[in-house]
């Protein structure tokens, strides 16, 4: 006759071993890593939506106001301005630009200086924009004596 005692699975409620439930910490510990995970992910998907929302927004700077001085052969003095939107299209409408040209060499260096700012939001410059220009076959500027008069 074998004996029952020896062999747990035969040996009914005598033989069974206890199962270890989790411990309070252990769970403590998986809802932390749960939390940290969960907002991780959180975090991605903001990120994501603000660049998405950022990218709704049209990028502006006053490189598409000086392509046409830089095309011409002649630059003068003065200040001029305009909407983006005859520029560049409808999704530029809400921007306005002011340029100014100043000669800033008596060898006809030419400064342009490109202000962009939103049409109804006030006078804080969203761009700006300088480059200087050599135009020899422009008319005398100031530093020419163009703009004194005898």
Request: proline letters at 4%; one cysteine or more.
């Amino acid at each position: 006759m074998k004996n029952f005692a020896m062999h747990p699975k035969r040996a009914g409620r005598a033989g069974v071993q206890r199962r270890r439930a989790f411990s309070l910490m252990e769970v403590m510990i998986a809802i932390a890593i749960l939390c940290v995970g969960t907002f991780a992910i959180l975090d991605l998907i903001s990120s994501s939506l603000a660049n998405a929302r950022r990218l709704q927004h049209p990028l502006v700077d006053g490189s598409a106001v000086i392509a046409d001085d830089v095309a011409t052969n002649k630059l003068i003095e003065g200040v001029t301005w305009g909407n983006m939107g005859d520029l560049l299209g409808k999704n530029y409408n809400e921007y306005k630009w002011t340029k100014e040209i100043r000669e800033v060499q008596s060898n006809k260096l030419f400064q342009v200086d490109v202000i962009i700012q939103r049409t109804a939001g006030g006078k804080d410059a969203v761009a700006r924009t300088t480059t200087l220009l050599y135009k020899p076959d422009s008319p005398p500027g100031s530093m020419d004596g163009g703009g004194l008069h005898p």
